[in-house]
């Protein structure tokens, strides 16, 4: 017998019954980011190997360890993105984007990231983000704007309880970072022996990367480091905190949060939601001063950030009834009671017309028995059913089931649409 093959580890088929509910939020996503005037950037999924070196860093756990890194046949090293900023900066310089200096960048994207970390739930080796960069936005108040929205953002699909945690890493990678770094290396060489291998050689490598140690034998060197007392807050920082604290968005300051990626030059935040277990990081992101020039182009202060759809879906299906209040609001079941072209080009028109409404159809199959049809309906989640039998072929008028409210209309063909629109 044939062995059945199965999809890779970590990386999963969405299958119906679940795509509705990405479809859903990827159009919230669209509306939310481009409402805020956002544009959407769509960049390939494998890039030159180096531009994931150069930017994420050497000595990170995605690069050291994550990156799904092949030759192509010319002998290129090639990855699959394990993240998007980086990707997004490369297209941006490629593309000159930014021929005026003046000019800012607000760009989001939606789409596949690759990592081969250890599968579990919310953690996948594909996986997928939301993720929002503002490009060339200056300082000021740029930070408490980029964490706004993304807490506008969740807040915006119904999510609630959040908690969000910030650190600032403008010292530690300011004028001040050779000093830092020394004082930070000079305290975990007094815990080598104990450090995990791992550690031992992000000492040698990059000390900020111990902070992203999960092993149980780092944290007591982590616990202990001196952060507070060499690299206090920057009042840039301090003003954003006093902004979050005026706009009523509760933080937390972590002051071991460094984000497990070398480019963040400043404010860094994780919005952490209830609910997601072990892994509980909804979404992350920072300032990145640095990256363009590190990628070749000029400076250009930047920041964004991040969010795990995965995990979003989690924390969105732990709400009551979401996804039955959210995919039943604006659904239209199709019920045709007969084998007839007629009332399926008059099907077709309907539904092409509430599609492109931004209404979920479900086609439903010919049956000749309604209470089939309404039983489908109902397990389908749908909102109304659109009858239509030879009845309503000669009146020229659909009846429509609002499953809801309980009630009956009918409706004359050309203005089905309309007539739903009003409902919802
Ligand atoms: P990140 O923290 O590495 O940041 O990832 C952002 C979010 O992606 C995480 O909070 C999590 O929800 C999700 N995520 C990460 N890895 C996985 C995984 N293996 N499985 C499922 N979900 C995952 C970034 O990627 C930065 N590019 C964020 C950023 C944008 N910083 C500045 N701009």
Redesign the pocket.
């Known amino acids: 017998m044939v062995n059945r093959l199965e999809s890779v580890r970590g990386m999963e088929d969405i299958l119906p019954g679940e795509s509705e509910k990405w479809q859903w939020l990827e159009e919230q996503a669209r509306i939310f980011f481009e409402v805020k005037g956002f544009s959407e950037i769509r960049t390939p999924l494998v890039e030159p190997t180096e531009l994931f070196a150069r930017s994420i860093g050497e000595a990170t756990d995605i690069v050291n360890k994550e990156m799904y890194t092949f030759e192509d046949r010319g002998g290129r090293s090639l990855t699959l993105r394990p993240?998007?900023?980086a990707s997004v900066a490369r297209a941006v310089l490629q593309h000159n984007l930014l021929r005026d200096a003046g000019k800012s960048l607000w760009l989001y994207y939606i789409g596949p990231m690759f990592?081969a970390?250890r599968p579990q739930a919310?953690?996948?080796r594909q996986?997928h983000?939301i993720?929002a960069?503002l490009v060339n936005c200056g300082a000021g108040d740029s930070d408490f704007k980029s964490v706004g929205l993304l807490y506008e953002f969740l807040r915006f699909l119904g999510i609630t309880g959040l908690k969000l945690r910030v650190n600032d890493l403008s010292q530690i990678n300011g004028a001040q970072s050779p000093r830092i770094l020394q004082a930070l290396g000079d305290h975990f060489k007094r815990y080598e022996s104990k450090l995990s291998a791992d550690s031992a050689n992000r000492l040698k490598k990059n000390v900020l990367r111990i902070f992203d140690s999960k092993d149980p034998q780092d944290q007591e060197a982590i616990e202990a480091a001196p952060w507070e007392k060499i690299a206090p807050l920057s009042d840039d920082f301090m003003a954003v905190t006093k902004r979050l604290e005026e706009k009523k968005i509760p933080f937390e300051i972590n002051r071991r949060l460094v984000?497990?990626?070398d480019y963040y030059t400043g404010m860094v935040y994780?919005i952490v939601a209830d609910g997601l277990g072990a892994q509980d990081?909804?979404?992350?992101?920072?300032r990145?001063d640095r990256l363009y020039e590190e990628l070749g182009g000029k400076s250009f202060p930047c920041t964004?950030?991040?969010?795990?759809m995965?995990?979003l879906l989690i924390v969105l299906g732990l709400l009551d009834n979401f996804w039955a209040r959210q995919l039943r609001q604006k659904s239209v079941y199709f019920a045709i009671t007969e084998a007839h072209d007629g009332m399926n080009s008059r099907r077709e028109e309907a539904a092409l017309r509430l599609r492109r409404l931004g209404f979920r159809i479900l086609p439903g199959s010919v049956e000749t028995s309604l209470t089939k049809h309404l039983k489908k309906a109902n397990q389908e989640m749908a909102r109304f059913v659109a009858i239509l039998g030879s009845r309503e072929l000669k009146d020229g008028q659909w009846s429509v089931k609002d499953m809801l409210r309980h009630t009956q209309s009918c409706v004359p063909f050309s203005e089905l649409a309309d007539y739903l629109q009003g409902l919802v």
């Open positions: 993240e998007m900023t990592r970390e919310g953690r996948k996986f983000q993720g960069e984000r497990g990626l994780e990081a909804l979404a992350g992101g920072g990145y964004g950030f991040s969010v795990g995965e995990r």
